[in-house]
C-alpha cells in the first residue's frame, strides 16, 4: 500500500512539480528508509495511521546513527512533501510532519576564491594548447562569469549560446529558463571556441566536447575545475560550485544589487543569495579594524 503512495507521489514530483532526476532519486531515497524502519523498528502500521511519535522515533535513531543534521533536515523535507501530497489527494486527514522540526544546523559561510586567486588562475596558470586546454579555461570562464551551476553547465548546446546580444540561456531546476549576460571577453572566448570546434568537425551540439566529439559529463567538470583550482587556492573544497559561491561573492563585494545576483543564480527566494552577504559584512568588518583608530 506504502508503494502505491510513493509511485503516485513520485509521478507527481516528475510531471507537475518537475523536478529533476537526481532531486526525485533523494525522495526515493529517503522514503524508503523511512519505511524499511517502520518494518523493522516496529508493528509497520498503515499509512493512515502514522503519527508524529513514529516520526519522532525515527528522527532519534538518525541522530543515534550521527547522520549529519543538513541530511536529516532534508529526509524530514522529504517526508513534509509526501504527507502534505497525501493531505492534498484526501488520502490523510493531517499531515503528522506538520509540528516536527528538525535539528539545527551551525551556519557556515559558502567558501569562495580570492579575487586575487581567481585572477591568477586565467592569467598565470598555463593552460594546453591543444582543444583540451582551450575547452578547459572556457569551463572555468563560463562557470566563474555566469555563476551556473555544474549541471547547467553540462546541458548547454551551442543554441544556448547568443553571441549577437552577449547572452547564454541557461535551464536550471525544475527546467525554469534564464538569460545571463556575458562579458566581452568570454564571448571572444565562446567565438574562438565554437570556431575550433568547427574546424575539427566535431559536430555534436553539446556546447562542452573532448577532442572526440562527445558531451562532457558533471564528473569530468568537477574534475577539471578541482584540477585548476588546486594551483591557485588551498581552500578545502575546489569545485564548480565553490566557483558558483565565488561568482555570487565578488559581484556582491563589489556592489552588486543582491536582487539581480538572486536572478543570475537562478535563486528562487532571496534568503537563498542573502547567505553571500555574510562574506560582504566580514569583509566590511576586516577593512573596519584595519583602517579605524579605534577598530580594535
Known amino acids: 500500500m506504502f508503494k502505491k503512495y510513493t509511485e503516485s507521489f513520485f509521478d507527481h514530483l516528475v510531471y507537475e512539480k518537475k523536478y529533476s532526476s537526481h532531486t526525485i532519486t533523494s525522495y526515493q531515497n529517503d522514503l524508503t528508509q523511512f519505511y524499511s524502519f517502520l518494518e523493522q523498528d516496529m508493528t509497520c502500521p498503515e499509512i493512515t495511521?502514522?503519527?508524529h511519535q513514529h516520526i519522532r522515533h525515527w528522527i532519534s535513531s538518525l541522530i543515534k546513527d550521527k547522520i549529519q543534521s543538513k541530511t536529516v533536515n532534508r529526509k524530514i523535507s522529504s517526508l513534509k512533501s509526501f504527507f502534505k501530497f497525501l493531505q492534498r489527494e484526501q488520502i490523510i486527514v493531517s499531515n503528522?510532519?506538520?509540528?516536527?522540526?528538525?535539528?539545527?544546523?551551525?551556519k557556515r559561510l559558502p567558501m569562495f576564491v580570492e579575487e586575487k586567486q581567481m585572477e591568477q588562475l586565467f592569467q598565470a596558470i598555463t593552460f594546453n594548447l591543444d582543444f583540451n586546454g582551450q575547452r578547459d579555461k572556457l569551463i572555468l570562464d563560463i562557470l566563474y562569469q555566469t555563476g551556473i551551476r555544474r549541471s547547467e553547465l553540462s546541458k548547454l548546446t551551442e543554441s544556448n549560446i547568443d553571441l549577437i546580444n552577449s547572452t547564454i540561456k541557461v535551464l536550471g531546476k525544475r527546467n525554469k529558463?534564464?538569460?545571463?549576460p556575458i562579458s566581452l571577453t568570454l564571448k571572444r572566448n565562446l567565438d574562438n571556441y565554437l570556431q575550433v570546434k568547427k574546424e575539427l568537425n566535431l559536430s555534436n551540439p553539446i556546447l562542452l566536447v573532448n577532442d572526440k566529439g562527445i558531451g562532457l559529463n558533471e564528473q569530468a567538470v568537477y574534475i577539471c575545475v578541482k584540477s585548476y583550482l588546486a594551483q591557485v587556492t588551498t581552500i578545502k573544497k575546489k569545485s564548480p560550485h565553490v566557483l558558483r559561491h565565488t561568482f555570487a561573492t565578488h559581484l556582491l563585494n563589489n556592489g552588486a544589487d543582491i536582487n539581480a545576483v538572486k536572478d543570475l543564480l537562478g535563486h528562487a527566494n532571496l534568503s537563498a543569495t542573502q547567505i553571500y552577504t555574510h562574506n560582504t559584512i566580514e569583509k566590511l568588518k576586516k577593512s573596519y579594524k584595519q583602517a579605524h583608530p579605534r577598530g580594535e
Open 49 to 51: 495511521e502514522i503519527n
Open 96 to 106: 503528522p510532519l506538520s509540528h516536527i522540526s528538525g535539528p539545527k544546523i551551525p
Open 177 to 180: 529558463e534564464r538569460i545571463i
